[in-house]
């Protein structure tokens, strides 16, 4: 028999020492911490994880894998008011039911992937990814093209703007992301968008320090995932 024994008391007390570190960072840079949105990565965590985050108060999630999603949501019993964000790597073949099973698409990086989304039919909440580093094996969108995708966007029916999304390279340096952030803030400000996707678990300060408002948390709520297979 799995236990899930001690698994809730831990994330209430860990989200509840994230919510502390938002409140201070916020504090330092004179910002209402009210303004700054936690989505609790859920990814290769189990449904009693996320309903544990749910009964101590956290109501936004965020998943990378469709199908892994998909399978636990038929798992969830019925959680009120709470939203699904999809943050991960999003195949254009994959956007329909990315769509119909998550609120808000953290990830749109291409016109082809605005249509596919808009074309489902269900009204969606979208950050666009900017890609910001060189590193290859990052996804998001060109900032050249980013003029064009809000133009794709603002046409579309079904999808509302809600910011942009970036993820820095890797770096246990917190302060290696500043510039990526800073960045992804004055692209917001040139054209007028509010909303910024950005920090994690390790650089959530840094983040709040640069403007974010929608913080993607998943370690320090859920604790270390296991490796992926293979
Ligand atoms: C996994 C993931 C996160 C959360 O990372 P942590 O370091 O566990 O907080 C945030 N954003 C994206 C895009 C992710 O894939």
Known sequence: MPSFE???????????????????????????????????????????????????GQRDFGENYVQEFAAKSELLPPLDDARFHFIGKLQSNKAGKAAGLFSTIHTLDSSKLAR?????????????????????????????????????????????????????PWNADPEHARPYFRHLRELAERH????????????????????????????????PRDPLPG
């Open 6 to 56: 001690g698994r809730p008391p831990a994330i209430a007390g860990r989200l509840a020492a994230v919510r502390e570190r938002i409140e201070a960072a916020a504090e330092r840079v004179g910002r209402d911490p009210a303004s700054i949105a936690v989505i609790a990565v859920s990814k290769r965590k189990p449904v009693e994880d996320i309903v544990a985050a749910y009964e101590a």
């Open 116 to 168: 596919r989304l808009d074309r489902f039919g269900k009204p969606l909440e979208v950050f666009l990814e900017v890609k910001l580093s060189a590193e290859e094996s990052k996804s998001g969108m060109d900032p050249g093209l980013l003029g064009a995708v809000l133009e794709d966007v603002a046409a579309a029916s079904n999808l509302r703007l809600a910011g942009l999304m970036t993820m820095p």
């Open 192 to 223: 007028g968008i509010g909303g910024l996707s950005m920090g994690m678990s390790h650089d959530l300060e840094v983040a709040i320090e640069e403007g974010a408002t929608h913080l993607r948390v998943g370690t320090a709520i859920f604790g």
